[in-house]
């Protein structure tokens, strides 16, 4: 995205973003962060089509100027907007917390599956973030009851917050991964998880700059996590629950493996947006009962 340097005089919406979007994609992101400085919704392109000839004051210009020049940087869209749409729901999200990822909602689908409508149910969402997996869940299967783990009390902050704009009842627990349900002695029907997953030195990492490191890297090959989870798992759940988990693009034989070394029966994937394997999951043995 070019940013060029400030200006003092006037411009028209279509010039402004003429100069900052060298390319379709970047004309689309330019455009949202306009509506954003305009404290206008996102989704409103349609309006700045129609005032494309509107003069766009100093102040404005600067603002906007200044979200591209971050955007260039790699500020995600969603941190300079401060919003995400999520699997039909609107997040608050910040640098306290990962962007949501259009295909993580391969997991909350799945999870979906597996969740008959109209019955109670106990599922765990660990790692939770912004509370996208945990709340998606909530307000599609709104007799769930809902757990949604993290031991960062500063996403934990921004998942309550979701929750409460979006009046979801989900229980909030800080903590290291499965300590909190085992504390409180939970049993679940389903388990879920976006854990981390990236290898200490992917050389992808520095295109991530901007979010934080401790949800994106996980050990030497990126699945201290994942095995910490898929060995510590049966303690809270009931025969027959699942654990499903997003991992890397790479990792879906490597997670299987895991599952099925720890004893999980009916292991399988789902693939993201692209086609490729991005969730693994798998049945612990006995009988699947929700409620």
């Known amino acids: 995205m070019n940013v060029p340097k400030p200006t003092t005089h006037s411009v028209s919406i279509h010039e402004a973003l003429t100069q900052l979007s060298p390319s379709p994609v970047l004309r689309t992101e330019a455009e949202y962060l306009l509506l954003h400085t305009l404290g206008k919704n996102i989704h409103e392109r349609a309006w700045l089509r129609a005032h ?62 597996l969740l008959p409508e109209h019955q109670r149910c106990k599922v765990a969402d660990l790692g939770t973030g912004s509370g996208a997996i945990a709340l998606a869940l909530a307000h599609a299967r709104p007799q769930a009851q809902i757990w949604a783990v993290d031991a960062c009390p500063d996403a934990l902050a921004v998942a309550g917050q979701n929750a409460s704009r979006l009046r979801l009842p989900v229980q909030f627990c800080q903590g290291h991964w499965l300590d909190p349900l085992v504390a409180q002695h939970v049993q679940l029907d389903l388990l879920v998880s976006n854990p981390p997953y990236i290898a200490l030195h992917d050389p992808h990492l520095p295109a991530l700059q901007h979010e934080p490191l401790k949800a994106l890297v996980s050990g030497a090959d990126g699945l201290d996590d994942i095995r910490h989870i898929v060995q510590h798992a049966p303690a809270v759940l009931k025969p027959g629950a699942w654990l499903l988990l997003e991992h890397g693009h790479e990792q879906s034989t490597a997670v299987a493996h895991l599952l099925r070394t720890a004893g999980y029966a009916h292991v399988q994937h789902r693939n993201d947006l692209a086609g490729i394997a991005r969730c693994t999951g798998g049945q612990w043995p006995g009988q699947f009962n929700v409620g």
Do not use: M
């Open 52 to 113: 494309s000839d509107d003069p766009l004051g100093p102040d404005d210009l600067q603002v906007f100027q200044g979200l591209c020049t971050q955007r260039a940087t790699g500020v995600p869209l969603a941190y300079l907007t401060g919003t995400k749409e999520f699997h039909g729901l609107s997040l608050a999200v910040d640098a306290r917390v990962l962007d949501p990822r259009p295909d993580t909602e391969a997991l909350v689908d799945w999870a979906l599956e």
